[in-house]
């Protein structure tokens, strides 16, 4: 029997819940400013490695991985299987510009759970115009990948936990495979599974909930996990050599807090403010958390506070200093227990109110909204090896010869020239001793010099050029905020 016009309009629909309006909306904001001007930017050291690697066979890239890599292959085979679709600097970005949409969204989850509904949409706000997420969205790197696998890892977990000890196997599965991932991506990650299986033993202790398969998951995990682990020694062996083995310095940290708070670039040109908003900020979010309840500052505070703890103490390799991006997956943590702050609050023996934790908030709001114009205006550049490369393809002779130095980052320059395959290229090692002599006969030399976190020319190279009667006509100088590119023209003595 058909029901009638009036009997179906006087029928009562379930009305959506607010953030069902909202969260499109961000979610839209979020895709658009981490697709901003994509390709625009040249593409900087690494992330022309992996973008390289992935452009060869499958076979040679895992055999690249397994002699040079640190990090396990999962994000290089994203990028390998994406690849074989399409080409371009932008399209490498897209897989880091998905994950950092994702990590949006997953903060969002995280908070309401944690907060409620309008917590998660100020996380999910917070997190869509943070300059730090932004700023590795737009990098073809692991980093807002292996962001958004700890995210879902921790979304899976207060999943669990809310079951009250009746989670189905197929949620602990996916908990399990997620958690996986995230150690095949980055090896760091050890942290935040170890720190995820510890939450999942306190919160649920006296009850003993499911204590049988939170062993036989974690189990799964170390021995899935355990055939890539002589690789990573064997890595860590190859370091010794070559990088420095220690914690992080004072100011190294400091730096890592403000950029976990206002980005990676502009707490530098704000002198004291910078760090001091960052340490405001995890100030703040241990306030926040505490004053809504001990239960969201428990699983906050063992998430933030335990993988940093075991990064500050645990000796780690280190290529030159210490990154904001090498716990990454802290920052988000620190955005959603700012979420759930109360923004005003009594303080004992006041009588008003406090707003301190309003001014923290509108802070990160404001300085991150400062640090992206910047980040965002069209000179801009991580490394520009585009413009390098085009220069000097443009102004090299056939027989010049191209020194690197160092000498591994003849690829990325190799990746944007122009110059034909038999062009001399030669990496500046040999001139690193003290007298070494540089037999080859060119008509000019073309030095190339990088400065960044994982690059450091030796000044060597050119003393014994110039010694040698090699020196400099031409120098060109480019900054990014990722470090500095320099090519010199140089030319034996004597001549015009």
Known sequence: MLVSADRTNSVKRPALAPEMYWLPVILILAATLRLWGLGAKSLWLDEIMTVQKASTSFSDMMGQIRQHDAHPPLFQ???????????????????????????????????????????????????????????????????????????????????????????????????GLVGLASLYTYALCALTVGALGLLYLWLTWRRRRQLGRWLAVHAAIALLFLPWVPNLQARTADLKGSVEIGRPTGSEIAGGVAAWG???????????????????????????????????????????????????????????????????????????????????????????????????????????????????????????????????SRLAGPNDLILFNPGYIGYAFDYYAQLPADQPRAGAEPLLQPGARFEENHPRIWLIEDWSAVSRPSPQVLENLEAQGWYPRVTKLTKGSLGELRWSLLLPKGSQ
């Not at 300059?131 to 292996?146: C, N, P, T």
């Not at 006041?350 to 980040?375: K, Q, S, T």
Request: charged letters at 15%; glycine letters at 8%.
């Open 77 to 175: 085979i994203v990028e390998w299987l994406w690849l074989r679709l399409d080409k371009g600097d932008a399209y490498a970005r897209a897989p880091a510009v998905l994950a950092g949409v994702a990590c949006v969204w997953l903060c969002f989850l995280i908070a309401r759970r944690l907060f409620g509904r309008k917590a998660a949409l100020a996380a999910a706000v917070m997190a869509t115009i943070s300059y730090f997420g932004i700023f590795y969205s737009q990098d073809a790197r692991l980093h807002s990948f292996m962001t958004a696998l700890f995210l879902g890892q921790v979304c899976l977990l207060l999943a669990i936990l809310e079951r009250r000890g009746k989670a189905g196997w197929g949620l602990w599965l996916a908990y």
């Open 262 to 392: 206002i980005g990676p670039r502009s707490w530098q040109a704000t002198g004291c403010i910078g760090p001091g908003i960052g340490l405001a900020c995890v100030l703040a979010a241990a306030a926040a958390c505490r004053r809504r309840s001990w239960r969201p500052a428990k699983v906050l505070g063992v998430l933030f506070g335990l993988p940093l703890l075991l990064y500050l103490v645990l000796p780690m390799p280190r290529v030159h200093q210490y990154e904001a991006k090498h716990l990454m997956f802290l920052q988000p943590i620190l955005i959603i227990a700012l979420s759930g702050a109360r923004l005003s609050f009594r303080v004992p023996g006041m009588r008003r109110r406090n707003y301190i934790l309003l001014i923290v908030v509108l802070a990160f709001v404001a300085l991150n909204a400062i640090g992206l114009r910047d980040y965002y205006r069209p000179g801009f550049e991580k490394e520009n090896w585009r413009r390098l490369a085009t220069d000097v």
